[in-house]
């Protein structure tokens, strides 16, 4: 029995100088929860990547953008500093996709090329001509 007691004494003097921090209790609790629940993980990651999906099919390219581009705005406005730091490590990452699209045939590249991060030109949907003018200009001289 005292050997039995040395060890439990070891075992809990070796857990007690153990100290996690909060990434690897973060991870822990992810992995349990995967494995307790599985459906609950895929749900709760499948339901807002379907919805996000449907949004962006439904809104379409250019809105998404535009309120991407005014939602930017408004964080910059916001944290200017915080910003500015994201902006470099975005233009910092599509340098670095730059460069291993330089490896790649250039019709693959025109299509996965990533916009100019450095500078932001303003422009919005509202600033842009209207596309119905056109086809209204030839309906009338038609």
Not at 33 to 56: D, H, R, S
Not at 87 to 111: G, I, N, Q, V
Not at 114 to 127: F, H, I, K, V
């Amino acid at each position: 029995m005292g050997t039995s007691q040395g060890q439990t004494k070891r075992i809990v003097g070796l857990a007690r100088g153990i100290r996690l921090g909060r990434g690897a209790v973060m991870a822990m609790l992810l992995v349990l929860l995967v494995i307790w629940k599985p459906g609950l993980v895929l749900t709760l990651i499948g339901v807002p990547v379907v919805l996000a999906v449907i949004a962006y099919l439904t809104v379409g390219h250019d809105r998404i953008a535009e309120i991407s581009a005014e939602s930017w705005r408004k964080f910059e406005a916001r944290r200017p500093k915080r910003a500015e730091t994201l902006r470099a490590k975005a233009d910092a990452l599509a340098l670095k996709w730059d460069m291993l699209l330089d490896h790649l045939p250039e019709s693959w590249a025109e299509r996965l090329a990533l916009p100019d991060l450095s500078a932001s030109n303003g422009t919005t949907l509202r600033d842009a001509p209207d596309p119905f003018e056109r086809l209204a200009r030839e309906a009338r001289n038609d």
